[in-house]
Nanobody
């Protein structure tokens, strides 16, 4: 399993970024995919998840209405469009393959992460 994130960077508050995650080494279209983030000194925060064919999506309350998760199974890629970014969105963002067990998200693979910094 290989997950490679890209698209992070420095953006001003109110700006936008689009993260991409290229997947390989497994049958991408069979798996739920997620993005989570971790800021220094804070716990991991599940941001968004999307079902294997994209019919179900779930978002953390903190990003609802601002972030959109999508996927292209022909390209083995999952995306996170982030709009109206806030300083509190600053974190390392990870692409993850996993599943929900008893309502809890369990990751079995993740990428190396991409830094998102929201600052003026």
């Amino acid at each position: 399993v290989r997950l490679v994130e890209s698209g992070g960077g420095l953006v001003q508050p109110g700006g936008s970024l689009r993260l991409s995650c290229a997947a390989s080494g497994f049958t991408f279209s069979r798996y739920l995919m997620s993005w989570y983030r971790q800021a220094p000194g804070k716990e991991r925060d599940l941001v968004a998840s999307i079902s294997s064919v994209g019919g179900w999506k779930n978002y953390a309350d903190s990003v609802k209405g601002r972030f959109t998760i999508s996927r292209d199974n022909d390209k083995n890629t999952v995306y996170l469009q982030m709009n109206s970014l806030k300083p509190e969105d600053t974190a390392v963002y990870y692409c993850s393959r996993g599943r929900f067990i008893g309502g809890n998200y369990v990751s079995d693979s993740r990428g190396q992460g991409t830094q998102v910094t929201v600052s003026s």
